[in-house]
């Protein structure tokens, strides 16, 4: 780690700053920085980087159509990305309680769902259009739709 007064973040005299470093027990320039977060596989720099890395490898994320998708759940933001190559299923609770919500993808019914993060097979949606689906806190589902 840098040494310097501002531990790296800026080579400015501390008093002309924009604002001052955070000075905090908990969360302080000298414990959570990025050299700290490099050294714990389980941080949020390495849980972000693992984010980034999907979405490079999905480009329906940037480039595909967006498709809004009904859901029974108002805290519940259910979508599809596609591209003529790949629809992906993205369903966000925005809430800070579990949720449970049924979610309608009109023309993929028997389609199979796959985790994009570690490829784990996901139910496959029902003969309705119909998937339904349990959420954590704020919890997200990147689902990769297969229909072979």
Known sequence: MDPGPQRG????????????????LVHNYQHTNVEA?????????????????VRRQH???GTGE???LECDEESVLAFLRRTPDETI???TNLAATARS???TLPDHAGAGLVDLFGGAAFPSVD????????LGSRDFFWLGVHTD
């Not at 973040?9 to 905090?24: E, H, M, V």
């Not at 003969?127 to 349990?134: F, H, P, W």
């Open 66 to 68: 967006y498709i809004a």
């Open 127 to 134: 003969e309705d259009g119909k998937i339904v689906m349990t």
């Open 101 to 103: 919500t049924t979610v």
């Open 59 to 61: 480009p329906a994320f």
């Open 37 to 53: 977060q490099l050294a714990q596989p389980t941080s949020l720099l390495h849980w972000v980087h693992g984010m980034l890395a």
């Open 89 to 91: 299923l993205c369903v």
């Open 9 to 24: 973040f800026s080579t400015a005299d501390p008093g002309k700053l924009y604002l001052p470093l955070i000075q905090s």
